[in-house]
């Protein structure tokens, strides 16, 4: 059974601090990887998509992948309150098969 | 543009009783999903059907059917609900190159008494 690992959690940062997230895959044949943040109630939406070894940043978010290790990780700098949220690490296994993590619950601390 | 649209918003089953869940989407995509997300579960894969025509198992499939209607429309059917089946349900779909990312609805609140 191909898996998604993810700390559950919660993690806690202060405002305005660096929050740190880690994901870890079973399928070394997976290609894409992805980040979404889900509130609560809500649907999950899609903040970072990732192909290739290496890092990629998209404002204050940096996306990590080490396919060597089947690691992926999300930085969030200059954490807000809004940031507060569940983030979910996704896999699409190539076959077009995408599946997640159990997802990691962030507080920012005001 | 309406994305992925799911109906009903919210449903309660009685145990035994027979539903299905409805799914379209208007973005030409070529896969679609359906998710079920229970407290601390994330979200696990019920089905999918890559293409139109073809569906195939995720993580949990027992206890539920699929049909892929047409390039737009991805059903779920729940023959004979029970309790262990109340779940938030997610559909979502994807361009479906093997590398494209998921977008979703805005889910269905199942409780089956």
């Known amino acids: 059974q191909k898996e998604v690992e993810q700390n559950s959690g919660p993690l806690s940062v202060p405002e305005g601090a660096i929050a740190s997230l880690n994901c870890t895959y079973s399928?070394?044949?997976?290609?894409?990887f992805f980040w979404y943040r889900q509130y609560s109630g809500k649907s999950p939406e899609l903040i970072m998509s990732?192909?290739?070894?290496g890092d990629k940043e998209d404002g204050r978010f940096t996306a990590q992948l080490n396919k060597a290790s089947q690691y992926v990780s999300l930085l969030i700098r200059d954490s807000q309150p809004s940031d507060s949220a569940t983030y979910l690490c996704?896999?699409?296994?190539?076959?077009?098969?995408?599946?997640f993590g159990k997802g990691t619950r962030l507080h920012i601390l005001p | 543009n309406a994305g992925v649209t799911q109906t009903p918003k919210f449903q309660v089953l009685k145990t035994g009783q027979s539903m299905t869940l409805q799914c379209a989407q208007d973005?030409?995509?070529?896969?679609m999903y359906w998710y079920r997300q229970d407290p601390g579960m994330g979200l696990r894969l019920i089905y999918y059907?890559?293409?139109?025509?073809?569906?195939d198992k995720g993580e949990v499939p027992n206890g539920y059917n699929v049909s892929r209607l047409n390039k737009r429309e991805f059903s779920l059917r729940l023959e004979s609900a029970a309790p262990s089946q109340t779940s938030v349900y997610f559909c979502?779909?994807?361009?479906?190159?093997?590398?494209?990312?998921?977008?979703f609805g805005q889910g269905t609140r199942l409780t089956v008494v």
């Open positions: 979502a779909s994807s361009e479906g190159r093997g590398d494209t990312e998921a977008f």
């Open positions: 399928d070394r044949g997976s290609q894409s």
């Open positions: 990732i192909y290739s070894n």
């Open positions: 996704a896999v699409n296994t190539g076959d077009d098969k995408i599946i």
């Open positions: 973005m030409n995509h070529n896969s």
């Open positions: 059907s890559a293409s139109e025509g073809t569906t």
